[in-house]
Nanobody, 128 residues
């Protein structure tokens, strides 16, 4: 069974930065597309960022483009989300998700229902 464990959330002031990490327990992590989603209170889970299994392709939600960066270290079975210039509207529980082979086609990346494995989530609160 594939397990995902997120860390790095917390309370940060507007304009601050955080780096989230997600460690995946799988021997074939390097074959997984990986993504971050988030869910704010009373809202549906929404796409944040995705990185292809080789790391050569990334995509971001318009709301975070230019502020967030997704990356991965296949040697460490870890995917990261660097979040800069944080805003109050970034407050949410952040989840990482894994997509093992056969990987999703690109157009399917953005719907949370298509992802197979999920972490437990880590809370990010942006407030002064």
């Amino acid at each position: 069974q594939v397990q995902l464990v997120e860390s790095g959330g917390g309370l940060v002031q507007p304009g601050g930065s955080l780096r989230l990490s997600c460690v995946v327990s799988s021997r074939t992590f390097s074959t997984y597309n990986m993504a971050w989603f988030r869910q704010a209170p009373g809202k549906e889970r929404e796409f944040v960022a995705v990185i292809s299994y080789r790391g050569g392709s990334t995509s971001y939600a318009d709301s975070v483009k230019g502020r967030f960066t997704i990356s991965r270290d296949n040697a460490r079975n870890t995917v990261y989300l660097q979040m800069n210039s944080l805003k109050s509207e970034d407050t949410a529980v952040y989840y990482c998700a894994a997509d093992p082979p056969p990987q999703l086609i690109r157009s399917a990346w953005y719907d949370s229902k298509n992802w197979d494995y999920w972490g437990q989530g880590t809370q990010v609160t942006v407030s002064s």
